[in-house]
């Protein structure tokens, strides 16, 4: 019964730290957020001691009364969010929710179409050497060259040439909606199934802030810990139970994973319990707010001046994409002087870059985390002001002066008050 502290205080010390690391800096990477303390409890709960192998009322092993209570919660609560009729609330992230859906609906050598990878898509929907690359022939659509958008005369066109038996519509980086009816219209032409992952905008999704994918996919995949705000794990949909929910459900257990982490799923459980709250809509709201003010601001003569612009020139979701392919300074260097001033941001290929990926000429800045600290308009105005004057004084830039600007907007917005993870003094 020794607390971590005592029994292993090298571990101790790599969570105190990191919590005094996320106090300390403004998170804005795109894919982070901050959960609440009610799913940091369930997650670090005795749930993680059993195992559930099989569905609620179908287990492979005994003593499962409770935990199937727990993941009947979790499925029922995503059903409703996103209007969905069958629900798999047991993958362990995003990339083991995509295996899923690729061991349901297709077989290794088929071929399927994403976004590609440089112009925004997932690792997991077509990489080389990604389990999607290797298995299946994956074919994909760009952007427009000229206006930097999915344009749907070209996804068409690439579809009728490829002829995929899936059509994945989804991004890791990509900052406006997707046209879904377009997408099903040409998945219906082609006859090939529609997949949406929304692992990026889900929340926005459920708060009403996006369209909502599940009315015209026959599969939704998506993770639980972007802009909604859950634990790191994922989760499948469908609009169509009777279609696709035993292909599903086989894919994810046994096709896929053994044992479901019980603990996550309760962690699910909460987190959409709280997706439906005022809260959560009101908090999207602002994750959309402050991304549209830092578009802004980052659109400004100044910082064009400073050869540094926006992909698409705006955004539509919680994120921007600054591209700096006419700055002096690449993607690393924006990446290493935003974290001198206290911002965690990350570098981030732009379409068409011509710096190696591992610099790149990107930066993708999000506002999911913010937002959920508490952040409004005014805040939102003032560290997009201090990104702004950083990218444009690169080099000359005075840190200790915007690091002291940030530090001010930590110090008003305390994260997780109170909290001691490993009962340390
Ligand atoms: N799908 C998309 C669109 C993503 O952006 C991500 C995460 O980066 C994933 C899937 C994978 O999620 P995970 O990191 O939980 O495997």
Redesign the pocket.
Known sequence: NEHIASLDPDVAAVLDGELERQRDYLEMIA?ENFVPRAVLEAQGSVLTNKYAEGYPGRRYYGGCEEVDKVEALAIERAKSLFDADYANVQPH????A?AAVYHALVKPGDTVMGLELAHGG?L?HGMKINFSGKNYNMVAYGLDPETYRINMDLVREKALETRPKMIIA???AYPRHLDFQAFRDIADEVGAYLWT?M??FAGLAAAGLHPNPVPYADVVST?IHKTLGGP?S?MLLSRDAATFGRKLNSAVFPGQQGGPLMHVVAAKAVALKLAAGEGFKDRQRRTVEGANILAERLTNQDVRDAGVSLVTGGTDVHLVLVDLRDSPMDGQQAEDLLHDVGITVNRNAVPWDPRPAAVTSGLRIGTPALATRGFGAAEFTEVADVIATALVDGKNANVDALAARIHKLTEKFPLYEGLNQTGAA
């Open positions: 894919s992230s995003g990339a083991q995509n997932h997991t989804g991004w890791s992952d692992a990026h993770t790191r994922g």
